[in-house]
């Protein structure tokens, strides 16, 4: 009695943790309530990153991919632990009577009803089940790296968008105020042209200088929208929420911070794709042992345990009510296919540990390559802002000149052109710099 009481205790403890597991995994499958989306946000670039962390979904799936492996986890743990059955029948004979013969004497035996409660517990253990356990631990492993991955895309992208809205912002700004001037010696042309004079030629030619400023600040306020909108998509909201992004250019391209990337030391083991082949390599070798213990036993223990109650008379109990059961199976031929099987995974772990040591050698002259684009974007973007700062103090000195009678039309024109090609080129030289200080961030695993 004491020995089944220590088993029912002992079932009582395993279903109990069962359960607490189970309600575990479906806490964290609760599907996400989205919040209404914002008539306006005003975000700084750290605070628009940790709102596209939290909103997105693709990071989400990653997320749930990570609990996704733990359940796999646990299911495969469970199959080694013991199963719990119980079951209660009851059969009615309906009053039949068996008739024997026993020694030349007909004997009558009578067959009451009868009810069975069964209880039975079984356990099943081999080298393969364990090793799967331990390659499960593998595969949350790679889907946490997956999850950090993504994390670092969605911040870079986020870093990448935010830049170019701010960037394209000031560019406009600068444009606008030129239109300004521009546009005061048109008038002032055209006056002129009325009274006689000057030429209508004159006027006219300044006024395509107009229009195609007023087209490169239409052109830019478009993109601005655009690249809103790819930060919108990564924010997670809607198309109608205002974007105020209060961070300024200067602060978000700063020289001291690239100069501080430009000296980062390089640590394989922090790359996020070194880390992901490492795991997979390492899989790969599990599964070497875990094809290697297909030739190994399975060891398998069954308690049974019966209780019958007869109802009526006769009746005699020919079930035992307590029954053990231990087996050991061991294979011993299969024609040849689990000694394959071993061979195939042995030819995909030496592919493994190919691809890894020839990742490994690839990954330094990366590091190097990526620091060389940084410093050539860098140096770069400031030759590009002084140009463009330069640009924008000749259209100004030409334009005050042109307005004293000092500049020709044609001064007036090149240095209007002048201006315009250094905005554009400045605006390609801010992002090529952007997206190489993302590629080594994102390289050297640095959110």
């Known amino acids: 009695m004491k020995t ?20 575990h995994v479906m806490a964290a499958t609760q599907p996400y309530e989205s919040e209404p989306a914002p008539a306006s946000l005003t975000l700084t670039l750290s605070e628009a990153q940790d709102y596209a962390v939290n909103g997105n979904r693709s990071l989400r799936n990653a997320s749930l991919a990570v609990q996704e492996a733990y359940a796999q986890r646990w299911q495969t743990i469970a199959a080694m632990l013991p199963s719990v059955d119980a079951s209660y029948s009851y059969s009615n004979y309906l009053g039949y009577t068996a008739e024997m013969n026993m020694g030349g004497m007909p004997v ?4 009451p009803n009868v009810g069975a409660f069964t209880l039975t517990t079984a356990l099943g253990l081999n080298a393969q089940g364990v090793i799967g356990a331990l390659l499960q631990n593998l595969a949350i492993d790679m889907k946490r790296i997956s999850l950090e991955q993504s994390l670092t895309e969605l911040r870079s992208s986020v ?15 600068l444009l606008d105020s030129s ?21 209508q030629t004159t006027a006219d030619q300044i006024m395509v200088r107009v229009n195609t400023l007023r087209n490169n600040i239409n052109s830019n306020k478009r993109n601005i929208e655009l690249a809103k ?47 992901l082949l490492e795991k997979s390599t390492e899989l790969a070798k599990r599964n070497v ?22 109802y009526g008379e006769g009746g005699f ?60 974007a860098y140096e ?24 004293w009678g000092a500049a020709s039309n044609l001064e007036l024109t090149n240095a209007s052109n002048d201006l315009i090609s250094a905005e554009s080129t400045y605006v390609q030289a801010v992002l090529t710099m952007v997206n190489a200080q993302v590629d080594l961030d994102e390289f050297l695993n640095k959110r």
């Open 108 to 111: 009558s035996i009578a067959m």
């Open 289 to 310: 042992h875990m094809a290697a213990w297909a030739y190994g036993p399975t060891v398998s223990l069954a308690y049974n345990y019966t209780n019958q109650q007869y």
């Open 159 to 173: 870093r990448s968008s935010y830049v170019s809205v701010k960037v394209m912002e000031d560019i406009t700004s």
């Open 179 to 199: 239109l300004v001037n521009i546009e005061t010696l048109a008038r002032m042309t055209q006056s002129t042209v009325d009274a006689g004079a000057a030429e």
């Open 317 to 376: 109990r020919m079930t035992p009510p307590n029954l053990v059961q231990v087996s050991v199976r061991m294979p011993l031929w299969s024609s040849g296919s689990r000694a394959a099987g071993v061979v195939e995974k042995k030819i995909a772990y030496e592919e493994a540990k190919n691809t890894l040591n020839e990742t490994t050698d690839n990954l330094g002259i990366q590091f190097q390559q990526l620091r060389y684009n940084l410093q050539n």
């Open 4 to 23: 089944k009481t220590i088993f029912l205790i002992s079932v009582l403890l395993f279903s109990f943790v069962m359960l607490r597991a189970e309600d």
């Open 380 to 403: 770069t973007y400031m030759n590009e802002k002084e140009n463009i700062a330069v640009a924008k103090r000749v259209f100004q000195s030409v334009t005050n000149k042109y307005q």
């Open 229 to 275: 909108n790819m930060l919108r998509v990564l924010l997670n909201v809607p198309a109608q929420t205002e974007l105020v992004l209060t961070d300024e250019v200067g602060d978000l391209l700063s020289a001291e911070a690239v100069l501080k990337q430009l000296g980062e030391d390089f640590n394989i083991h922090n790359n996020l794709n070194y880390q």
